[in-house]
């Protein structure tokens, strides 16, 4: 899985990425108990409960959208990261690092600078490494796993620098950006909440001019 991972495209084939496969379950408590404090946060604090509302509308049974409110407000969305059995954690947690140094640019003189004037130089490095997290998604479901991406344990830079010390990545040189569980899944998968159909998010030529795909 992680070998397909690192098939994922990256300026100049620089591959700007790294994987912490993180089984012990003191680290996984610990970067699961971020994520579960962040939600809270988020969530329960910062989060209006009619925004919760408007986001959760593809929700129609008030019972459903009820509970998983009460989910996200409590903080146990997140719980299955600490890869606790109760819980039904998942057993296994990759986190992505990548390069915060990353040009795209194959002049030595570039390395490690940060950049050019102008150019957003880490923007390169989470594409590539995103792009990655998802080939290793793709390739978990191919091998009949179940996985997750997360991120709000990583949203904030408190939590980015603890994180960064517990797994020993020399942060900010490398920053970690993203997490994957990993698992069997409890139940089967589905396509999951509704899509936004391809002539609501594409334009033709222009922003605002709608695109009403190929004619036949």
Known sequence: M????????????????????????????????????????????????????RRLSYIKSKASLERTIDILISGARFEYIKGKAETNGAPVLLVLAVDQTHVGNSQATLRGTGGVYGWSSPRHAVIAGSMMMQNMTLAASALGLGSCISSVQLDHFDDVGAISEKLGIPYPHWVPILCLTLGYALNERTLGPPRQQPEEIAFLNKWGEPFKGCKK
């Open 2 to 53: 992680i070998e397909a991972g690192g098939y994922a495209p990256s300026a100049e084939n620089q591959q700007p990425w790294r994987i912490i496969v993180v089984r012990d379950k003191k680290l996984q408590e610990f970067i699961g108990q971020r994520a579960v404090e962040r939600t809270i946060e988020l969530f329960g604090r910062a989060t209006p409960r009619e925004e919760l509302e």
